[in-house]
């Protein structure tokens, strides 16, 4: 089972990134795909998930600026994240709600003039 989130980089203030998650069918086609992210030394927290129907939920922080979305041909899910902040600096992750829940290794998003 892989999860494979690409994407992230150094990215100056005010600057956009698009995140991608490939991963097979079956872990695709979950009922809810969801993107979070960690800063070290503190808790993973919820970004934006997404419904199988493409039904989006986003967290409070990055509401009118984030963007999750899923591309069913190529199973892959997105993130795009505009006018980024240094406080979007973070590892984000991606994580099915298939098999009771599987993570995918993380990208590495830092926001640094």
């Known amino acids: 089972v892989q999860l494979q989130a690409s994407g992230g980089g150094l990215v100056q203030p005010g600057g956009t990134l698009r995140l991608s998650c490939a991963t097979s069918g079956s872990i695709f086609n979950a009922k809810i795909m969801a993107w979070y992210r960690q800063v070290p030394g503190k808790e993973r927290e919820f970004v934006a998930s997404i419904t199988a129907g493409g039904s989006p939920n986003y967290a409070d922080s990055v509401k009118g600026r984030f963007t999750i979305s899923r591309d069913v041909k190529k199973n892959t899910l997105y993130l795009q994240i505009n006018t980024l902040t240094p406080d979007d600096t973070a590892v984000y992750y991606c994580?099915?709600?298939?098999?009771?829940?599987?993570w995918g290794r993380g990208t590495q998003v830092t926001v640094s003039s």
């Open positions: 994580r099915s709600s298939a098999l009771g829940g599987v």
